[in-house]
């Protein structure tokens, strides 16, 4: 079996003026299906750059990057879309909903782009809801749910194309620490259920609910450590 992700030496540089920011310095990196991983670090550590290169939002500069066994560097713009499309899940910070449609119309959206016919895609999008607990309120538009609420729905929407990988990118960044603790242990649920999770973090707190925790600074790997997961 290969890994979902696999990283060879991964460099990346940004022109800034006349300036050259190595945003990532030799990365090498292997995450296996199945596993629960949080990508530590400080502000400008490079893990966001990094969690932009897994989810081919972002291209190396140098190095060889491989997802599920495909060469990333070896696709073209419309092959990554695809990939993004069928491959991965993506939650942020900031739940990036449509505000005047329904949860259940929400979760639908990656469907309606993959071209799912209309009745598979609401059978799809409420097991998704139901998946997160949501179910009852498919019909609710944005404003009409809680902060937690609207990270389900963005995660069940993560869900719904049945990825390899979800990425989550700071997922309770904008909730209190009692609806942040729900949201880790559905990503725990989750993930006993076998889906990969790559995780990103400042928080120790929140990086204690994974199986893993990659630390960065200044672009490099600086440590990768195996811990027990706290249960929520």
Request: glycine residues 8%.
């Amino acid at each position: 079996m290969h890994p979902v992700i696999r990283m060879e030496g991964v460099h990346k540089v940004y022109a800034s003026g006349d300036q050259r920011v190595h945003a990532l310095r030799n990365v090498s990196l292997e995450i296996q299906a199945g596993e629960f991983v949080a990508l530590m670090g400080a502000s400008g550590s490079g893990k966001s750059t990094l969690m932009n290169v897994i989810g081919c939002l972002d291209r190396p500069t140098a190095g060889r990057y491989l997802i599920d066994g495909v060469d990333a560097g070896s696709l073209d713009k419309d092959a990554r879309a695809d990939l993004r499309l069928h491959k991965l899940g993506f939650v942020f910070q900031a739940f990036n909903l449509l505000p005047r449609t329904s949860a259940q119309e929400n979760v639908e959206l990656p469907l309606l782009y993959m071209g799912t016919p209309a009745q598979e895609r609401v059978r799809r999008a409420r097991a998704a809801l139901n998946a997160v607990g949501l179910a009852h309120r498919a019909s609710n538009q944005p404003n009409q749910l809680s902060g937690g609420q609207q990270q389900r729905v963005a995660i069940a929407r993560a869900l719904v194309t049945r990825p390899s990988l979800i990425l989550a990118d700071e997922p309770t960044g904008n909730l209190d620490t009692a609806t942040s603790d729900e949201i880790m242990a559905l990503f725990q649920r989750l993930n006993g259920a076998g889906i990969t999770i790559v995780l990103v973090t400042h928080e120790p707190d929140i990086a204690q609910f994974a199986n893993r925790v990659v630390t960065m600074r200044d672009g490099r790997i600086v440590q990768d450590t195996l811990q027990t997961q706290e249960v929520a």
